[in-house]
């Protein structure tokens, strides 16, 4: 007997079950983020959604901040047990296999049991399903609102496989074993008087004729008093029968084990058009137990309307397999046969309704003097033939609502339609919206097809392959056919040529099968703009993008229904609501293929600068609303495009956010720019977006899209363009503590400024080097470059530069220990910083006067400036620098007395650093925690504080000999 054993479960109390025993979860909020993300395994869960079942009440002010902390916390937690959690721009999921949790293996199970029929191996998967259940979901965490509808689905399933494994266990005779399933269910339904009589049936099958009349006395008695009624007919006859100690008539036979009637004189022609079903058809479980129970008579009266389910889905991702799988797995609940229509809806013209219903009638019997001229009258003879033989009408490639309307039979008939549109006109049909195999279920397909030995010999090259294909079914049978026809190819051959995505689609065709011709007959339906729109897009690149981008592709405001076009007709997908509220989307990879083959002429270009201009001004707005610019570039020449004003401040209101959810769109700008040879437009947005990646620690990115634009550049002879490139990447190198590359690029950027008579780029320039030398510690040479560019600075009378020089001198003084000028230096820095209205810089200010004070012995000052610079940096949002005010706030707290405080302050820029992959922050706050608890007597927790402490500041030597990894430095405020 099997017993299953999952990793994670639900179904009763939340466990996570590993070889050794239970892993235990510490925390309430730890354990209700684990079962929110449980309860939706494999799909994401928005952060807005996590945070509100975390605080149902009351939404804390660092909701967010706390959400990762937790997400990082189970991340830790769950890595032994091959749970991985994902971050996705809008949220969290949790990625696992069928088999690690319960609720997942549970509908496995009875999906698995309802496509298997009513024979043993249904029972055995019913057993094992059932028993997975250890109480009520989840009943040792506080109920959810959010959790509702996903429990009661859970719960209503379980009922649902209770009584479809009471019924097969009465029909074959098992009448013991169905005993206490029937009686929880007529627990929970205690009015259905078929269960009471499968109960009373059960009860007397096994001898227990007692029970059997008492449990007609309970029935009755219920109906009586509740409902005022006597039992029905039905009910009284078994009553009847256990009285007379007869044995108990046979359970109804199930609709898959009655026989078929003889066909009656009218109806000799029963025709059996379905084609033939898919021999490899892989995966899709949920999806075949969704459209089986859809399309099976046994869920529904025989006098109800048509029971209609439309699968839709983009171009090749198996639409009419899955049909054709279901409907072979319903055919013999439909004896009086089934038919098949190709509606033709992505020809040239959908095929003619008159000749689609002298098809239909044709295959029930009318010959061509039967037929009716017209189509209405056609129409009406169709029904009525159905009407006396209830069948499955399959309608295959459906153009839109209206075709399939004219095609609905009558009551009793099941429909199944297939379209690339979504149809939802249609009253109470499922929509079941198909998406593309996940990749187990892609490998096994494949695996089928070439030979599964073949596969698991070159297993990287298979993976590459399938990613290749986007796991699009359609592709992933083209490339199995082409390495089942060349049995001497390695795998590694197709993926190689896979590989190179201007070729791809190319390969992907195999004799009728062609990846590209399948796109094509959607996109030449599309009208011009959805056509132009749909090119353009495919030069965006893979990641999501904001529903505006067609605003600007289309050069006017309010353009959305031309996106919705595309959603329509599953061209593009809709990828969700990122965290400021925007809806999201994005081409799969081979219609990314196909839109950019269409794409390249003088229109795409200049549509592509419009979308990147749009970009251009959406960053300079949101980085202007950032705590900090440093030095902030701009491109003149760069193209910009507006949006609707009110759409651009919503967006921007909240800077971060806004870079949160764009980060990877704006990261693949600078480069589809610079492929464009649009390189203002690339250096412009990757100087753009300096002040978020230093306010978020992004060096690698920072990096990137500074090389990227910095090739540009010099392929177009930009050297306004080289010169700010180069100085962003020196102040990457400057954060790094790479001080040679940063001045030798400092250097390079100070000479064009010079040569271009950019006098401001120029002190920018020249205070990079004398960051450079102050942190290599050749501080007199760093105060003559820092006096030289205040000497620029103010014949510019550029006053924000004015206060970054003085403050940079005062820094230098301070290194020194000359705190005279030190304090001199400072304080003009905080008078500008205050005159101008620049609470950043302030900020900054505020912490290296805490630093002065706290040298000088003047311990209160010290916490009241560094107190005020926390404020600063809280208030604006700078966690980062905050973090640094923090520790410095920490320390003196320590120095006071006050541990208690001091240690939470430490804590907490601790957790930041961290988060922030600050490791130099990092070691400095594990440093001045070991000494506390060294100080407090805590000798164990001491050392390993200031083990941690050691082993970064070592790493970070060997990453700054090296030039590896982003090290933040004295470099920050």
Not at 312 to 330: D, F, T, Y
Not at 331 to 337: E, F, T, V
Not at 864 to 881: M, N, S
Request: charged share 25%; with cysteine; hydrophobic share 45%.
């Amino acid at each position: 007997m099997v017993v299953d054993q999952p990793v994670f479960n639900i179904l009763g109390s939340l466990r996570v079950r590993m070889p050794e025993g239970m892993l235990p979860i510490a925390g309430t909020k730890p354990r209700v983020l684990l079962a929110s993300l449980l309860l939706s395994a494999n799909q994401v869960v928005s952060s807005d959604l996590l945070v509100e079942t975390l605080w149902p009440q009351r939404r804390p002010q660092s909701a967010l901040a706390n959400l990762r902390t937790y997400v990082s916390f189970l991340r830790g937690t769950l890595g032994a047990a091959g749970a991985q959690i994902l971050a996705r721009p809008s949220g969290y999921a949790v990625e696992l296999r069928i088999d690690q949790l319960d609720a997942l293996l549970f509908e496995d199970l009875v999906a698995r049991a309802r496509a298997a029929g009513r024979n043993g191996e249904a029972v055995e998967y019913l057993r094992r399903a059932l028993a997975l259940w250890h109480g009520t979901p989840l009943s040792d965490l506080p109920a959810s609102p959010q959790w509702d509808g996903r429990l009661r689905s859970l719960t209503e399933t379980r009922f649902g496989a209770v009584e479809d494994l009471a019924a097969m266990r009465m029909a074959r005779g098992e009448y013991p074993a169905a005993i206490g399933d029937l009686r929880e269910l007529v627990k929970v339904h205690p009015f259905r008087e078929d269960l009471w009589r499968q109960l009373m049936l059960a009860l007397h099958g096994s001898g227990r004729q007692a029970e059997a009349l008492q449990a007609y006395t309970t029935v009755r008695q219920q109906l009586v008093d509740e409902l005022g009624i006597e039992p029905g007919p039905d009910l009284r006859a078994v009553h009847a029968a256990v009285l007379a100690g007869e044995l108990p008539p046979a359970a109804p036979a199930t609709p898959a084990l009655q026989q078929s009637p003889a066909p009656s004189a009218r109806s000799v022609i029963a025709p059996q058009q379905l084609p033939p079903d898919i021999p490899d058809f892989t995966g899709r479980t949920d999806a075949v137990a969704a459209l089986t129970r859809a399309l099976s008579p046994k869920e529904r009266p025989s006098d109800e309307p048509p029971s209609i389910a439309v699968v839709v889905g983009p171009p090749g991702v198996g639409k009419s397999a899955l049909a054709v799988h279901c409907a072979n797995a319903v055919r013999a609940d439909y004896p009086a046969g089934q038919l098949y229509l190709g509606l033709g809806g992505t020809a040239a013209a959908p095929t003619d309704l008159g000749e689609l219903l002298a098809e239909a009638l044709r295959a029930l019997g009318a010959g061509e003097a039967d037929l009716p001229p017209t189509a209405h009258e056609r129409s009406a003879l169709y029904r009525s033939l159905l009407a006396e033989r209830p069948m499955l009408v399959f309608l295959d490639d459906a153009a839109d609502a209206a075709q399939v309307r004219a095609l609905l039979p009558g009551n009793g008939c099941a429909v199944l339609v297939t379209s690339r549109r979504r149809i939802t006109e249609l009253p109470s049909s499922l929509q079941l919206e198909l998406g593309v195999l996940s990749p187990p279920e892609a490998e096994e397909f494949l695996g089928k097809i070439v030979g599964v030995e073949r596969l698991a010999g070159e297993r990287e090259a298979a993976s590459a392959i399938l990613h290749s294909c986007g796991y699009l079914p359609l592709a992933v049978r083209i490339a199995g056919a082409r390495l089942a026809g060349r049995p001497g190819w390695p795998l590694s051959v197709l993926r190689q040529r896979l590989d190179d995505e201007s070729n791809r689609l190319d390969e992907l065709r195999a004799g009728d099968l062609e990846v590209r011709d399948s796109f094509d007959r959607s996109y030449r339906q599309l009208p011009d703009d959805v056509a132009r729109t749909y090119r353009t897009l495919g030069l965006l690149g893979p990641q999501s993008m904001p529903g505006w981008v067609v605003d600007a592709v289309l050069d006017r405001h309010r353009a959305e229904t031309v996106m919705d076009a595309l959603v329509d007709v599953n061209l593009v997908q809709l990828a969700g609501t990122d965290a400021i509220g925007q809806r999201r989307y994005r081409l799969h990879d081979l219609a990314r293929c196909n839109a950019r083959e269409k794409a390249g002429g003088d229109g795409e270009r200049r549509t592509l600068a419009r979308v990147l201009g749009a970009w251009m001004t959406a960053t300079e707005q949101a980085s202007s609303r950032l705590p900090t610019t440093l030095f902030s570039l701009t491109s003149a020449a760069a193209p910009r495009w507006d949006q609707a004003g009110e759409t651009l401040r919503r967006l921007t209101a909240d800077p971060l956010p806004w870079f949160d959810a764009e980060r990877e769109s704006l990261v693949a700008a600078v480069r589809l720019a610079a492929d464009a040879g649009l390189s203002h437009a690339s250096w412009g947005l990757a100087a753009a977006l300096v002040p978020y990646f230093d306010l978020n620690c992004r060096f690698d990115e920072w990096r990137h899209t500074h090389q990227v634009a910095l090739d540009s550049a010099r392929m177009a002879e930009d050297l306004n363009g080289e010169a700010a490139m180069l100085r962003g990447l020196a102040q990457v190198c400057l954060y790094q503590d790479r001080y040679a590359e940063a001045r030798e690029m400092f250097r390079r950027s100070r000479v064009i400024f010079h040569e271009l008579g950019d006098r401001r780029g120029e002190a920018i320039s020249i205070c990079g080097l004398g960051a450079a030398d102050q942190f290599s510690g050749e501080h007199i040479k760093a105060l003559g470059y820092f006096r030289q560019a205040l000497a620029m600075f103010l014949v510019m009378d550029d006053r924000s530069g004015e206060a970054y020089a003085r403050q940079a001198i005062g820094r230098v003084y301070l290194t020194l220990r000359d705190f005279h000028r030190a304090a001199q230096w400072l304080g003009e820095a905080l008078w500008l910083a205050e005159e101008l209205g620049d609470a950043h810089r302030e900020g900054g200010v505020s912490m290296q006067l805490g630093r002065l004070y706290d040298l000088v012995a003047r311990s209160d000052e010290a916490m009241r400036v560094q107190g005020r610079a926390l404020d600063i940096f809280e208030t604006l949002g700078d966690r980062h620098c905050g973090a640094y005010a923090m520790r410095s706030l920490g320390g003196l707290q320590v120095q006071k007395g006050d541990r208690s405080r001091g240690s939470d302050q430490l804590q907490r820029s601790l957790a930041i650093f961290q988060q922030l992959g600050d490791r130099s922050g990092e070691a400095a706050a594990f440093q001045t925690l070991g000494e506390l608890h060294q100080s407090a007597g805590r000798t164990t927790l001491a050392q390993h504080y200031l083990h941690q402490a050691h082993t970064l500041r070592r790493e970070l030597r060997v990453g700054a000999g090296g030039g590896q990894g982003p090290v933040l430095t004295a470099a920050h405020p």
